[in-house]
């Protein structure tokens, strides 16, 4: 408490010297309006379904430094944010919304407005609520609300926009655009402050627009400039036209351009490759891309050709992983890996197989039991296949003898006959248990290793 009372009268006393400063200063020596400022604390955005602490920490950090980048105000670091609010009860997590308890951090940490909000996921997309309050006052002074449809990380793309409109530099509400294919690019604002520009006498203009701007516009093979692109001074005529960037597709058009008329050309540019992001848990594995090594992750790169691709990681003490991923043009493809530790991932099999133990003992035993009496119950068939045999060829033996009476003929014969008849039907029986015991068998042998 001590050092918060401290603290506050410091404050008081530069906001009096600083007043008497300002007063003494003669309207060409204050400050130009450009200048930051207004001293802001951001508060750490409240995490929603679908993200995690860590994640919206990480986009409070771009959110603060894209604020930092417009000039236009005077941050609070967050540890020492962290650091007043923890001595003064707060907690920098969230928990605190509503405007009163916000404007009250405020007054504790001594800043003249709070940014907080709120950032989470519904489905494929990720929802930015973010506002700015005065804390001399309790009103919210802006509110901005971007849906970002793809991954997490497209978020970061749009924060330089999410703090211009903060602070009032960007108050266009379409200067973002996200593909089809999750890769998230930035349009150029519309400069609203200048007006707008008209063909001249007797000529044409020309507007280019691209998506995202920075190509390079040839005129009749002439380089004329950069996108965004304008030319209100040209010739009536046929042109062709030639947009390029080294990792993109050309856009190549041919047109007429009639005096007083506007042409405008407005297009999303294609890119030629694939970009890949490969992340790993934990980080710094070595990466060979296509068996050339390539650096450790995490790791992106932009100019991956369309197709296949071979993935192989590395790091010490762990499983290596391979993988196979396949590349689309234009689109962003990431995967994330998991390296176990090779010793751990030995200890869990070893316990797993110890586990699984009793579970290999009882099928051991199942299948051996069951090809034992199958085998056995085939070997009695078997016996009785021979004493058939036997009983077939001594009846065969009395009846091939001479001076039998037609009566002895006729009982040998069919004492043949049944014996003969007994011994195919237990030969089939037989057949069928030696191929019965010989499937347990097999799966008897298979149990062992396993």
Request: charged fraction near 20%; include cysteine.
């Amino acid at each position: 408490m001590l050092k918060f009372i401290i603290s506050v009268l410091a404050a008081v006393s530069v906001g009096l010297s600083q007043g008497s400063t300002d007063s003494a200063q003669s309207p060409d020596q204050q400050k130009p309006k450009s200048q930051a400022t207004n001293t802001v604390a951001v508060l750490t955005l409240k995490n929603a379904a679908g993200i995690s602490a860590s994640e919206a920490g990480l986009i409070t950090d771009r959110l603060n430094v894209e604020l930092f980048k417009t000039g236009m105000v005077t941050l609070l670091e967050r540890e020492q944010i962290n650091d007043i609010l923890k001595e003064q009860g707060f907690q920098n997590s969230g928990a605190c919304s509503d405007e009163a308890c916000l404007v009250e951090m405020g007054q504790v940490l001594g800043v003249r407005s709070v940014i907080a909000g709120s950032i989470g996921s519904l489905g494929t997309l990720t929802m930015l609520n973010v506002r700015i309050i005065d804390v001399r006052t309790g009103r919210v002074e802006k509110v901005v609300s971007q849906d970002i449809p793809g991954r997490i990380e497209d978020v970061i793309t749009v924060m330089p926009g999410i703090a211009r409109k903060l602070v009032g530099l960007d108050t266009s509400s379409a200067n973002i655009q996200v593909s089809s294919g999750g890769v998230v690019q930035q349009k150029a604002a519309v400069d609203t402050s200048t007006p707008q520009i008209h063909p001249a006498n007797n000529a044409a203009m020309l507007v280019v627009k691209t998506v995202p701007d920075g190509f390079s516009v040839q005129l009749n093979g002439r380089e004329e400039g950069k996108t965004p692109f304008t030319n209100a001074q040209l010739l009536p005529g046929r042109y062709s036209l030639k947009l390029s960037s080294p990792k993109y597709d050309d856009y190549i058009e041919s047109f007429d351009l009639n005096a007083g008329v506007t042409k405008k050309i407005e297009t999303t540019m294609t890119h030629k490759y694939g970009v890949v992001i490969v992340k790993t848990n934990p980080q710094g594995a070595s990466l060979k891309f296509d068996d050339a090594n390539v650096g450790t992750t995490p790791w992106t790169s932009d100019s991956v050709y369309p197709g296949e691709h071979s993935l192989y990681l590395t790091m010490k003490d762990c499983r290596p992983v391979s993988a196979k991923i396949n590349v689309i043009k234009g689109k962003l493809d990431t995967e994330a890996y998991i390296l176990y530790n090779s010793a751990a991932v030995d200890s869990i099999n070893k316990a797993n197989r110890k586990d699984a133990a009793p579970r290999r003992w009882a099928r051991r035993i199942v299948f051996g039991t069951l090809a034992a009496g199958a085998l056995g119950t085939g070997i009695y068939f078997n016996s009785r296949v021979k004493s058939d045999n036997s009983s077939a060829s001594d009846a065969l033996t009395k009846y091939n003898k001479s001076g039998l009476s037609t009566s002895q003929y006729s009982m040998y014969y069919s004492d043949y006959q049944n014996s003969h008849d007994s011994a195919k039907k237990n030969t089939v029986f037989r057949n069928i248990l030696y191929g019965v015991a010989g499937g347990f068998g097999f799966f008897f042998c298979l149990s062992i290793p396993f």
